[in-house]
């Protein structure tokens, strides 16, 4: 595999981890959201997905970020009569967002990010020395 193989293999790793971040991000912003009708469903968690595809010009797989999808777990219900978004018992549902669950995806997703980001330096570092020992 050559040093651009391994940069755009790191690159598409890096897209695909900035997208993970961006849909994480929604979710903690969205974590404490209510609906805006009584007995209406608040913000739905999503998940994000990665799709990969084989490069024939590369002969390696990439990564693509994919269409985020819903999660279907249930939405928390707190008892609140005095909320606007209160169903007729008085219930209000609240997203189905677990921040600590978001703080440790986030996490992930910045690991993942640094590695891919130290797999481009050390490529890099590879060309530099490459190219000094071929001016010699």
Do not use: H
């Not at 929604?26 to 595809?53: H, L």
């Amino acid at each position: 595999m050559d040093f651009t193989a391994s940069m755009l293999i790191a690159a598409s790793g890096m897209r695909a981890q900035t997208d993970r971040m961006r849909v994480i991000s929604e979710n903690i912003a969205n974590a404490n959201s209510t609906a805006s009708a009584p007995g209406g469903d608040p913000y739905r968690r999503k998940i994000a997905t990665v799709n990969s595809q084989f490069d024939r010009e590369l002969g390696a797989t990439l990564v693509a970020p994919g269409t985020p999808q819903a999660d279907m777990s249930e939405f928390r219900r707190q008892y609140d009569p005095s909320n606007p978004a209160a169903d007729k018992t008085g219930y209000v549902k609240l997203p189905n967002v677990n921040s600590l669950v978001e703080i440790m995806d986030m996490r992930e997703a910045q690991r993942s990010y640094e590695a891919d980001l130290t797999v481009m330096d050390a490529t890099k570092s590879m060309m530099s020395r490459t190219i000094g020992l071929l001016n010699r």
